[in-house]
C-alpha cells in the first residue's frame, strides 16, 4: 500500500520553513525520507523507528506518530540546497522490510 | 566508498529485445531492492531480496520481467521482449536488514 503525501509540491524562499506529510493506511515498522535532485539518485535523509520520536539532519527534522501512521518532515530556515522532490518511504509491520513509496513532493527553494 | 553499483548507466534498445541489467549491493547489505521511476508512476517497487531469496515481486509484470539474486554480490533485473512503455529509469538499492536503503545511480532504459 502506497503512502500518500502532502503538499503535492512546494515553493519557498531561502530562510522560510516547509513541512511535508506523509500517511500511510498500514500499520508501520518505520519511516524513511530520502531527497532526490533532478538526474540522480534519491539519497537517504533518515528513518523513524519508533513512534513519536523525532530525528534530525541538519536543519531537517522529522517526526513519527506510530498510532495515526503519519510521519512530517521539517525543513526549517531552507536554503537552496534544499531544492528537490522529498519521498517518503514506508515498511509496514506485516510486510518484513517492503518499502514502499509517496509519489513526492516538489521543493523549489529560490533566493 | 560503499555505495550501491549499477550497469549500464544508459541502455537503448529496440522493442522485442532483451534487456538485462545488473546491481552489485553494498558488502554486508542483505536486502535488495528494484524500483522503476517514471514521470507518471513515481518510484514503483518491482521486486526485492533477502539473503537473495525473493520475498515480494507483486509490482513487477510477470509475463515479461524476471529479477534474481545468483549470489550476494549481484542483483540481475531482465526484460523479455522489452517495449517502449517500459521506457523509465530502474534503480536498484540495498540495505541492512529493516534499515535505511541506498540507491544507486540507476539505468536509463530507452525502448524504440
Known amino acids: 500500500q502506497q503512502p500518500v503525501q502532502s503538499p503535492q509540491a512546494v515553493i519557498l524562499r531561502e530562510g522560510e520553513d516547509a513541512v511535508i506529510n506523509c500517511s500511510s493506511s498500514k500499520a508501520l515498522y518505520s519511516v524513511h525520507w530520502y531527497r532526490q535532485k533532478h538526474g540522480e539518485a534519491p539519497v537517504f535523509l533518515m528513518i523513524l523507528l519508533k513512534g513519536g520520536e523525532q530525528k534530525g539532519h541538519e536543519k531537517i527534522s522529522a517526526s513519527f506518530n506510530e498510532k495515526k501512521q503519519q510521519s512530517s518532515l521539517y525543513l526549517t530556515a531552507s536554503q537552496l540546497s534544499y531544492s528537490g522532490t522529498y519521498f517518503c518511504?514506508?515498511?509496514?509491520?506485516?510486510?518484513?522490510?517492503?518499502?514502499?513509496f509517496g509519489d513526492g513532493t516538489t521543493l523549489t527553494v529560490k533566493p | 566508498d560503499a555505495r550501491v553499483t549499477q550497469t549500464p548507466r544508459h541502455k537503448v534498445t529496440e522493442m522485442g529485445q532483451e534487456v538485462t541489467m545488473r546491481c552489485q549491493p553494498i558488502?554486508?547489505?542483505?536486502?535488495v531492492f528494484w524500483y522503476r521511476q517514471t514521470m507518471m508512476q513515481g518510484l514503483e517497487l518491482l521486486a526485492y531480496f533477502r539473503n537473495r531469496a525473493p520475498l515480494d515481486d507483486s509490482g513487477m509484470p510477470k509475463d515479461r520481467f524476471s529479477a534474481e539474486m545468483p549470489d550476494a554480490t549481484l542483483a540481475t533485473l531482465k526484460i523479455q521482449p522489452s517495449e517502449p512503455r517500459d521506457s523509465a529509469v530502474y534503480f536498484c538499492a540495498s540495505a541492512r536488514g529493516r534499515t535505511e536503503a541506498f540507491f544507486g545511480q540507476g539505468t536509463r532504459l530507452t525502448v524504440v
Open positions: 518511504g514506508t515498511d509496514e509491520n506485516t510486510n518484513a522490510g517492503k518499502s514502499t
Open positions: 558488502l554486508g547489505h542483505n536486502t
